[in-house]
């Protein structure tokens, strides 16, 4: 497929959505895109218009056949100015890295994030159910809990925040 038909055929929305991309490269590709679409009905714009003059029709038209004529020898003789692009060339290259570099690193973020949600869901799937866990099983596995616990404990603080709100504020003597 020829690059001119693959930018055809880019799906901006989801490339834009689905590959989890940060704001500035949104608003990168979204700034590119809307130049390319300028560019593209810029070319054809002008590949529409005639390129020949009908000096003819001017010579009929106009009373002043110098001006014809001197126009006519400008028009034949004119050479377009030629520029260097290689300097131009240079920076789409360096952003075209420095996108193939991000996009690369996209890839690598959502690869290790995509493998850690396959490892949560096959965790969560063979788990035993909440209904069989133990308090000590939760201790075992958030050993932080058991610090924190005791640290109230300690400092004769324990409170369940909420507890007082949905249940009423309860004291035995």
Known sequence: MSVKAAATHIDWTKLTTSLGL?????????????RNEEARRVLGDLQEQKTAVDFAHYRKILKN??????LEKAFKTFKPASYDVQAQIKSIDAV?????????????????????????????????????????????????????????????????????????YVTLF
């Open 22 to 34: 940060k704001t500035e490269t949104v608003a990168a590709l979204g700034a590119f895109r809307k």
């Open 65 to 70: 056949q110098a001006v014809v004529d001197d």
């Open 96 to 168: 075209e890295a420095k996108a193939l570099e991000r996009a690369k690193s996209t890839a690598s973020k959502v690869e290790s994030e995509l493998a850690d949600l396959e490892a949560t869901l096959k965790n969560i799937e063979t788990s035993r159910p909440i209904e069989e866990l133990t308090a000590d099983d939760v201790l075992k596995s958030r050993p932080e809990i058991a610090e924190k616990v005791d640290a109230l404990l300690s400092k004769n603080k324990w409170d369940t925040k909420g507890y007082n709100d949905k249940f009423g």
